[in-house]
């Protein structure tokens, strides 16, 4: 019987040390992408290219302003987007410790890495989780155009004046695939069904 316990006792440590080691590897391979990428590339950055993000963001007139500006004019898409796993992007990294680490960053928060953009949870959090300009790009610009009466009496403002927009439909749909690459996607099997799906003001229910 005891040597019974002493080999379950053995097989138990054995089992926990394959463990601890298992979980060993998963971190030091974190930390050596780390080293080889101390900064990832921005997602923006990498559905527009570098070129164009450049120009557009020293340029200066960018800027993100957080989504409470987004409800004034999109009250439901604000309110659905309540129910989406993007709004809540943020609590993973707080419940694993990253919530300070720009690897993690990049698609947790909302343009983190762009000098207007989410730094820290202290800093910005009007910026964490992924928000309406995590997927369009800064919307100072967007929200100037919507105001502009002179503009606006003679057309009705349809949009626009926004970096990855509904005008620029390859830019955006880039947008989804810079952050939901082979290797960190678990979100969709069906990528233009899921990419449909976030035209609705609730992309879990349809509406």
Request: a positive charge; aromatic letters at 8%.
């Amino acid at each position: 019987m005891n040597k019974i316990r002493v080999f379950n006792k053995g097989l138990f440590t054995v089992f926990s040390l394959l463990f601890t080691l298992s979980l060993g590897a998963v971190e030091n391979q974190r930390v050596i992408e780390e080293l080889n990428s101390p900064m990832p590339e921005i997602p923006l950055k990498r559905a527009m290219g570098d070129r164009a993000y450049n120009d557009a963001i020293n340029s200066g007139e960018y800027s993100y302003v957080g989504n409470s500006k987004c409800r004034l004019c999109h009250r439901n898409f604000f309110l659905g987007r309540k129910n989406d796993p993007h709004d809540h992007a943020m609590e993973n990294l707080v419940a694993s410790g990253d919530d300070k680490n720009s690897h993690c960053l990049m698609c947790h928060s909302t343009g983190h890495g762009t000098p207007t953009g989410f730094v820290d949870m202290e800093k910005t959090p009007r910026l964490a989780n992924v928000q309406c300009e995590g997927c369009h790009g800064p919307g100072n610009v967007h929200i100037a155009l919507a105001k502009d009466k002179s503009r606006n009496e003679v057309k009705k403002f349809t949009g626009g004046g926004f970096l990855a927009g509904e005008d620029n439909p390859e830019i955006l749909r880039k947008m989804c695939t810079s952050c939901h690459t082979e290797r960190w996607n678990r979100s969709y099997h069906d990528f233009d069904k899921a990419y449909n799906s976030y035209r609705k003001a609730d992309p879990n229910t349809g509406h």
